[in-house]
């Protein structure tokens, strides 16, 4: 593996709700695992964090084989304002995304890092979800794939699995970087990109895992992520990137998963949400 396939950066943000143990395995399946490193890690603690998770960043990031940065906002911004400001702070244009609780796949690093090498500004893949209770794998969740299909399929669903993607950064500053949209920053800023003409692609092959806790699907629910579907809609009509009649669509639909019972919104996030979700 020639030295310039190396060039990118690893962005890791960390917040109060992570665990220890989570963010260790994180850490390591993104460096002592891989099979093609990242030239550098930026680690982004948005606001004030425990004496424990802060002990297991230190130590991680004192023990890292590649060198490490972080970067400490003082107050907890949400996660697209840390991006943001970890993005500032990468070395290369190329930049791998991270959550603290995920957990990277071998070969996802230098597969992604070929693709983009190939051309695309932006490489998600397929991901694994496994539980948070006992680490089974209860789905695998595989994103659309090719320019059309993605640009298709971006009108009514986030086209990406967001912990996987590796992107220029120059590509997402062009689109106007991570803009605060409740859990859905990734969405919009992802429709933005495809807008704007960012090569895209998703690589079929499952090269993350992704935790699903116990809240997650809660999380997703409420009048407020309810104003945020309704605020993400708004701005893709004002941007051209849905018809009326896609709007209308969306409306009732996403907004309308918002807020049924919990039970239900497990069950339609896979069938309507996040389709291409296999048990």
Known sequence: MVDHERDF?????IYSGDQSAFLERAFRSCLDDQTLQPAEVVVVQDGPISAELSATMMQLIASSPVPTKLLVL????????????GLAECSFDVVARMD??????????EKQRAAIAGGFDLVGT???EFADDDGSVIGKRIPPQGQEEIARY?????????????????????AGGYIDVGLMEDYWLFARMIDAGARV???QEALLMYRVSAGAYTRRGGLGQLKAELRLQREFRKLGFTTPLQNVRNVIVRGGYRLVPVAIRRIAYRRFIARGFHS
């Open 154 to 174: 971006s009108r009514f669903h986030d086209p990406f699995n967001h912990p996987t993607v590796m992107y220029r950064r120059s590509a997402v500053a062009a």
């Open 126 to 128: 397929a991901m694994f």
């Open 100 to 109: 603290a609780d995920d957990v990277s796949l071998p070969t996802r690093f």
């Open 74 to 85: 003082e107050k907890n911004r949400g996660l697209a304002r840390a991006l943001d400001a």
């Open 9 to 13: 950066s690893l962005l890791l943000p």
């Open 201 to 203: 692609e998703n690589l």
